[in-house]
RNA sequence: GGGCGAUUAGCUCAGUUGGUAGAGCGUCCGCUUGACUUGCGGAAGGCCAGUGGUUCGAAUCCACUAUCGCCCACCA
């Protein structure tokens, strides 16, 4: 006798179940004959930062992937799942050096230098890192950790310099003065999608200049402006561009030019600006334009330059702005004060530090220059990006985004590269100083590219890509944007540069999964990457994508719809928690059922409690089926000659079903609507149903496992430590991850028993229902007359069936017969049942009921005998349709008359 | 300002070529019925946001409106 407890304890089983299957090598990939990547099925896992701390989105994109990948293993596929972690740059020096300041340390990058904070962070990422291991296996997660990654390992340094050094030569990479987003407060740029914006009231300020009056939120940034510029168009200010003016300005008199140009917002403040080449976007543009110089007024640490004014050099900005229009207003410049004035803040999304556009040198990648060999021609980034989705070569799914996609590209700017940061793969650029410049910039300990700016270090005669000999060379001492990096991901992680066999089978991978909100970020860049290095190792271009399918899941939000955040902790949930309280299986379920690509989905307890009780209802369907297997059973195979009653039948009619069903929603990534097919079936039919028929003489011992195996199989993608602890049960060599995956069997589909047996279950619901409203004791026996009609015949097998679930003590089953005096009646299609309970009914009651139905069920006839009766419809609709319908009423039009009868029998 | 999405039972959501609206939770009534009280049986509850249009027929397709959410651009 088989030992197994009533309840399923996730804790006993998820830790030895992980161990054994990763001992048993099962995450690897199978070795293969033909190595194509056909035969393969590959996903590189989005690198969690090295961070520490698993959310729910990661669970998300495990839960989701594990189940792709368990899926496409059981199909015998050659399966590869990466795993990996990011060193996330800015964000995990950030939280290093808020540790450090935590623990005293005021400015850790100039109190402790390069080297002494870069042996901080490794140490927290080592930490951080085991961390991250250990949650990614409590999701169950079936990735080969034999071959786990991390963007900063040295492999992933060969790669990124290679990219980078080939992208120098093709002159894809400039180091250029260009206006970045700089962020004060981490002391680095960062990339224009990685602004956010933030909406903040403040005031407006009218002010006096010269000619004209401008506005601005920002009077810190003009004491050097001398360029008003308005609209060609605007007759107010036509006549004064061209011409000169003396101006009386925050530190005395400036002379003012006004130049035209259509940019100019003749809506917008006064219709006339002047303009801060270095702090602001559009003013550096229309200083290249016009070739004006610009003058940095605010220096990296957010503060006005003590060169630029005497009276506010080193203030703060929102100090110095005050102090500005307190002595504007003393000259009588200012003309209004709007104090309600709304606009966007930009901050930098990682740490929230407001940024402060400054003009620097910068790495940058260029996005329009055709360099690509690409299906015949030269193409630029842009082009290459935007015809990958175009072609189809990638799938979005869900395809929505592909527009999204495409209107990034469309306003894509070349991309800088290079982060202040001291986190990440350091540029592979040096460049020559003298003896003095060396010393001064080795003096430092704060060291970053502005230093070399300060220096005059970096003129472009002075590169090279490698060390080179000689004195005075200084490394470039900024790092990679993270996601330069992470671009290489899919590839890097299969050994390019080198020219492995891994690279061949396993790339370009099959799916990409994560997170919509990243789309740009990483997806996106990945294509850039993967394509433009493939295609220059002269692989065809359908083998320079990255992945061939990119899924994007939703958010998970609380029950509100709000973004978790630790800030709100009633309702933010903690992975780790859940399965801790209700087991991984159930945590996996309550993110993946209910989840659609692409939108954001609500998350709460009562969820994942919910999907532990049907984990637990899994447990029980379990060990109710091998408590009534016959042990020769589990030693001989399933045939066709163990199907014996119609009930083996029709649960082996409706598990195909299922099986078809399942099949195609997980190949379509449907995986909600698969999940919730395997949960109606367990549920509602093997259990409610066929469990319950099973407790009896008609007992198949040899069905009983055999679809008991099968719901194994079905469920173990989506739940796979349940299923597996079951299949311990049966099988003591084999674990069910390398089982294989059900097929569709046409030999075991019964059509005609099956709707036999489906009769059964609606006589004996409407014999529940009847005895519920009646309120017959619910261990009462009662007796019925079925009436079947032509059903008749094919009932009498579910004789036993009907008596023992309907809890009938007779039952006599006819072709047709006389009605029975005061009895109550129901209906079910053509056949009749009575149920003679006289003195249990209310018959006024029942009177009133049935007219309501008569009523509605007219009403009903009619609409369908119009539809019929309708020359449109009938020329119009499908065959099909005409003939259901047709069908219909004939059915309805017998139920009718049988609901007459039954109301003169009440008389 | 531009774009996208959502609006279906009290709550969270399905609804895959248009053909009498579904699930889970919650609620109500009743049950220790040979696994499961993390359970079993039954029931109530919806003019599918609104207005028009296409169609024999619309939750489903189209247009507009309203509310909510998101993304992008950007305000000198």
Not at 245 to 259: L, N, P, Q, T, Y
Not at 438 to 447: M, R, T
Not at 574 to 582: A, F, H, N, Q, S
Not at 813 to 841: C, F, Q, S, V
Request: with cysteine; glycine share 4%.
């Amino acid at each position: 006798m088989i030992n197994i407890e009533p309840a399923y304890e996730a804790k006993k089983y998820e830790n030895k179940i992980y161990q054994k299957w990763e001992k048993s090598s099962s995450f690897k990939p199978k070795k293969l004959k033909s190595k194509s990547n056909k035969d393969s099925f590959v996903i590189s896992m989005p690198p969690p930062n090295a961070t520490g701390i698993l959310h729910l989105g990661h669970a998300t994109m495990l839960a989701l992937q594990d189940i792709m990948i368990r899926f496409n293993r059981m199909q015998g596929k050659s399966t590869l799942w990466i795993p990996g972690t990011d060193h996330a740059g800015i964000a995990t020096q950030s939280v290093v050096e808020k540790n450090l300041q935590k623990q005293g340390i005021q400015n850790p990058r100039k109190e402790l230098g390069r080297e002494k904070l870069l042996k901080e962070i490794k140490k927290f990422v080592e930490t951080s890192k085991d961390q991250i291991r250990n949650q990614i296996r409590k999701m169950g997660a079936s990735c080969d950790w034999t071959r786990e990654k991390y963007t900063l390992h040295e492999d992933m340094n060969l790669a990124v310099n290679t990219l980078f050094s080939r992208m120098y030569k093709d002159d894809l990479i400039y180091h250029g003065s260009r206006i970045v987003n700089w962020d004060p407060k981490m002391k680095t740029t960062v990339a224009d999608d990685e602004v956010e914006y933030v909406e903040e009231k403040t005031k407006f300020y009218y002010f006096k200049y010269g000619p004209v009056t401008i506005g601005t939120a920002r009077p810190e940034t003009k004491f050097l402006d001398k360029i008003i510029v308005v609209n060609p168009k605007d007759k107010r200010f036509k006549h004064l561009i061209g011409k000169e003016f003396d101006v009386e300005w925050i530190e005395g008199k400036v002379k003012a030019k006004v130049i035209g140009d259509e940019c100019v917002d003749m809506k917008l403040g006064t219709g006339a600006m002047t303009i801060t080449p270095a702090h602001s976007l559009v003013d550096f543009e229309l200083s290249q334009k016009y070739k004006i110089e610009s003058h940095q007024i605010i220096d990296f640490d957010g503060k006005i330059r003590k060169d630029v004014s005497k009276e506010f050099g080193g203030m703060d900005i929102l100090e110095a702005r005050e102090k500005i229009v307190e002595k504007l207003q003393k000259k009588g410049l200012v003309t209004k004060i709007d104090e309600e004035y709304v606009h966007n803040l930009s901050v930098n999304y990682r740490g929230k530090g407001t940024i402060e556009p400054q003009i620097m040198k910068q790495w940058f990648i260029d996005v329009n220059k055709k360099v690509i060999q690409w299906k015949g021609k030269k193409r630029s980034i842009k082009e290459v990006l935007q015809d990958t989705v175009k072609s189809k070569m990638i799938e979005i799914v869900p395809n929505k985004f592909d527009k999204i996609y495409f209107h990034w590209i469309d306003n894509l700017r070349d991309w800088c590269i290079s982060r202040q940061i001291w986190w990440g793969h350091q540029i592979p650029i040096w460049y020559k100083a003298n003896k003095e410049q060396y010393q001064e910039f080795h003096a430092q300990k704060d060291v970053s590219s502005y230093n070399l700016g300060i220096l005059g270090i970096g003129k472009e005669s002075k590169f090279s890509l490698t060390k080179p000999t000689g004195n005075y060379w200084i490394q470039d001492p900024d790092t990679f944007d993270t996601w330069f990096s992470s671009a290489l991901w899919t590839f890097a992680t299969l050994g390019w540069p080198k020219k492995t066999p891994e690279l061949k089978q396993f790339h370009p991978t099959n799916v990409l999964e994560t997170g919509y909100d990243i789309l740009f970020f990483w997806v996106a860049r990945m294509i850039l990457a993967s394509t433009y290095a493939l295609r220059k190792d002269k692989l065809a271009e359908k083998d320079c994508i990255p992945f061939k399918t990119v899924y994007l899941h939703g958010l998970i939000r609380d029950r509100h719809g709000k973004k978790m955040s630790k800030s709100h902790p009633e309702t933010c949930i903690d992975p780790l928690d859940m399965i801790e309280k209700y087991g991984t299986d159930a945590l996996r379920l309550s993110l993946v059922v209910g989840s659609t690509p692409g939108n954001d989905m609500r998350l709460y307890e009562e969820k994942i409690a919910g999907y532990r009780n049907f984990v637990n209802k899994i447990w029980n369907a379990g060990r109710f089926a091998l408590l009534n297997i016959d042990a020769k059973d589990f030693k001989t195979a399933f045939t066709v000659k163990n199907v014996k009653t119609d009930n083996d039948k029709w649960i082996l009619t409706q598990l195909q079903k299922l099986i078809k069903e399942v099949d195609v929603d997980l190949n379509k990534y449907r995986f909600s609507d698969a999940a919730n097919k395997v949960y109606e079936f367990i549920w509602n039919q093997f259990c409610d149903w066929y469990l319950e028929e099973s407790k009896g003489p008609s007992k198949n011992s040899a069905i009983l496992l055999f679809v008991l195996k099968n719901i194994l199989k079905l469920l173990h993608p989506f739940v796979p430590f349940v299923s597996e602890a079951l299949w311990s049960f049966i099988d003591k060599k084999n674990q069910l991850i390398n089982e294989k995956w059900p097929e569709y069997d046409q030999r075991l589909v019964f059509k005609k028993e099956s709707s036999t047996v489906e009769l059964a279950h609606q006589i004996i619901t409407g014999i529940r229902s009847a005895r519920s409203e009646l309120k017959v004791e619910p261990n009462k026996k009662i007796s019925a007359v079925i009436y079947a009609a032509n059903s008749t015949k094919n009932l009498e097998s579910q004789r036993e069936n009907l008596m023992k679930l309907a809890r009938l003590e007779s039952l006599e089953l006819k072709y047709h017969g006389e009605k029975i005096k005061n009895a109550k009646t129901i209906i079910i299609k053509n056949i009749e049942i009575h149920l003679p309970l006289a003195n249990l009914i209310d018959f006024a009651k029942e009177k009133v009921k049935l007219t309501k139905e008569i009523e509605s069920k007219t009403t009903y006839l009619n609409s369908l005998q119009n539809k019929l009766n309708n020359p449109g419809f009938l020329k119009n609709a499908s065959k099909e349709v005409i003939q259901k319908e047709k069908e219909r009423l004939e059915l309805e039009k017998e139920n009718l008359v049988k609901l007459k009868e039954q109301m003169q029998s009440l008389n």
